[in-house]
């Protein structure tokens, strides 16, 4: 069965870091177009981070310069490294994964940024 499931969120001051991890079973995410979103309370749901099956890498405004996206195909795992991770950042945070008009998603994982 395909599934994606994420992990590594959790409470961080403001300036600090976290890196999340999304693992794939069921399918070879190297091939697959590779998301990060992330949805606030009472927001919609952004897109912030792309990595495609060739390898090119996008970021939102909001999170370039301090979010890298990656991926371990060796681990079938996708990355998210953030840092300088502000209160602004706090969200549920999902992975994605694309192709062919196929979707999966995974369950999120949640980041907050507090004091």
């Known amino acids: 069965q395909e599934q994606l499931v994420e992990s590594g969120g959790g409470l961080v001051q403001p300036g600090g870091s976290l890196r999340l991890s999304c693992v794939a079973s069921?399918?070879?995410?190297?091939?697959?177009?590779m998301y990060w979103y992330r949805q606030a309370p009472g927001k919609q749901r952004e897109r912030i981070a792309q990595?495609?099956?060739?390898?090119?890498?996008n970021y939102a405004d909001s999170v370039k310069g301090r979010f890298t996206i990656s991926r371990n195909n060796a681990k079938n795992t996708l990355f998210l490294q953030m840092k300088d991770l502000k209160v602004e950042d706090t969200a549920e945070y999902y992975c994605h994964a694309f192709r062919w008009g196929i979707n999966y998603w995974g369950q999120g994982t949640q980041v907050t940024v507090s004091s």
């Open positions: 990595l495609s099956a060739g390898g090119v890498v």
């Open positions: 069921g399918f070879e995410c190297s091939i697959y177009n």
